[in-house]
């Protein structure tokens, strides 16, 4: 089983490109997460889908967007790169939001912004 | 604000047993998870507790007061394999995660 993947696995861009990260996940979990992980901080939330069709922000959303198509995508792009944006990028999911429900991780994007 | 706190590093031996603090302040609270992350991995869930008390789970437990926005977690008879960094998340009343920034452990034979 497949779970989480993301792509691609690390990346080196210049300042002011655009990027798209992506995740799949195959075990038809409603909620869709991603985060960021810098050193010394915990995982913030970029932003999150409850189900197809809709999305919401995070803790940290300027300069990301993300749409939710169907059940298992949840692509997230950087329209204009900038080095604050250099991180490791989380992508996870769980089956559904309102109770007891862990989330699965994808194995993480390292993007580097220059 | 929101803010969960646990200890930067800590360090056992082989075959000991460690605890992992964490405290926290949150709008609401909708349970408390633990995960394991071991070096350039994804994180990995540990354990859950929304009521007061223990929850065992094999050589791992997790505690959790509610009056005094506290957990713990009990790690016992270590491995080699357990070096990670621990992580205490707290779902808030948005049902949303608030992370602390994580527990690295290290093991010494």
């Known amino acids: 089983t497949a779970g989480i993947t993301q792509a691609p696995t690390s990346q080196i861009l210049a300042a002011g490109r655009s990027m798209t990260l992506r995740c799949t996940q195959d075990?038809?979990?409603?909620?869709m997460y991603w985060y960021r992980q810098d050193l010394g901080l915990g995982l913030r939330l970029i932003h999150y889908s409850n189900t197809a069709g809709t999305t919401g922000k995070g803790e940290v959303p300027d300069g990301y967007s993300v749409s939710r198509a169907n059940t298992d995508d949840f692509p997230l792009t950087l329209a204009s790169a900038v080095p604050s944006q250099t991180s490791v990028y989380f992508c996870?999911?769980?089956?559904?939001?309102?109770?007891?429900?862990?989330?699965?991780f994808g194995p993480g994007t390292r993007l580097t912004v220059l | 604000g929101q803010n969960i706190d646990q200890p930067t590093e800590m360090t056992a031996t082989e075959g000991a047993i460690v605890q992992i603090n964490c405290t926290y302040q949150t709008s609401g609270f909708n349970g408390l998870f633990w995960y394991q992350q071991h070096a350039g991995e994804a994180p990995t869930f540990l354990s859950y507790n929304v009521l007061d008390g223990l929850e065992e789970k094999g050589r791992f437990s997790s505690f959790l007061s509610r009056s005094k926005g506290y957990s713990y977690l009990l790690l016992k008879e270590l491995q080699m394999k357990d070096s990670a960094s621990y992580l205490c998340?707290?779902?808030?009343?948005?049902?949303?995660?608030?992370w602390g920034a994580g527990t690295k452990l290290i093991i010494k034979p």
């Open positions: 075990m038809r979990h409603n909620a």
């Open positions: 998340a707290v779902r808030d009343s948005n049902y949303q995660l608030i």
């Open positions: 996870a999911s769980s089956d559904g939001d309102g109770s007891y429900n862990e989330q699965f």
